[in-house]
């Protein structure tokens, strides 16, 4: 089956650097990736949808200059917290999706701890 | 109102039981997906259906779309088995809207 990867798996950083993570679908082409991130035993909240070549649509509440997203290629999607606060803390996910098609492919996640 | 309420919250079972989890969801949907989460946190897609019935190995789900819910069922249920379950549904632009999840524990 399809398969996407993120990196790195876990990542411990100090208040104020800069964090960045990579999205990347191994075995297929995705025009659409999404970033999740999750609090410890809540949902997970959607926080962008990415698309190849364009800009991201962020979701209401969550600030675009902090969680800058790239999606550079139908490969790969970058986000990248920028100067990384503790409340930063979290799992943050993507998942990637084939044009014209409801499946999503979820990475394995990224724990992020910001000290 | 959540728009994806999952019921149960938590689960526990005896290894061997039969197992059912249930999603409602309160907007229209192109697609609804049920998810395990294992306690690293990495996310499997176990099924995505729009209607009827699926079946993978001793998971099953169903899925009403008049009644706007699905059920996940295990049968013979295994202590590997025990993880987070998530329903998702899909909405506008493929925007998933995610249940709170149930916990299951299957003990040997």
């Known amino acids: 089956g399809a398969v996407v990867s993120q990196h790195p798996s876990r990542v411990i950083c100090k208040s104020g650097t800069s964090v960045k993570i990579e999205c990347r679908s191994l075995d297929f082409q995705a025009t659409t990736m999404f970033w999740y991130r999750q609090f410890p035993k809540k949902s997970l909240m959607l926080m962008a949808t990415s698309n190849e070549g364009s800009k991201a649509t962020y979701e209401q509440g969550v600030e675009k200059d902090k969680f800058l997203i790239n999606h550079a290629s139908l490969t790969l999607s970058t986000l990248t917290v920028t100067s990384a606060h503790p409340e930063d803390s979290s799992f943050y996910i993507c998942?990637?999706?084939?044009?014209?098609?409801?499946?999503?492919?979820f990475g394995p996640g990224t724990r992020l701890t910001v000290l | 109102k959540n728009e994806v309420e999952q019921s149960p919250q938590n689960l526990t079972a005896q290894e061997g039981e039969f197992i059912t989890i249930n999603c409602s969801y309160s907007?229209?949907?192109?697609?609804l997906h049920w998810l395990q989460q294992h306690p690293g946190g990495g996310i499997v897609s176990l099924f995505m259906l729009s209607s009827g019935k699926k079946k993978h190995g001793r998971l099953i789900a169903t899925i009403n779309i008049q009644e706007k819910h699905s059920s996940l069922h295990i049968t013979a249920s295994h202590p590997r088995d025990s993880a987070v379950y998530i329903c998702a549904v899909t909405g506008s632009n493929y925007k998933l809207t995610f249940g709170k999840g149930t916990l299951l524990t299957v003990n040997p």
């Open positions: 907007v229209g949907i192109s697609a």
């Open positions: 998942s990637a999706r084939v044009d014209r098609a409801d499946t999503q492919y």
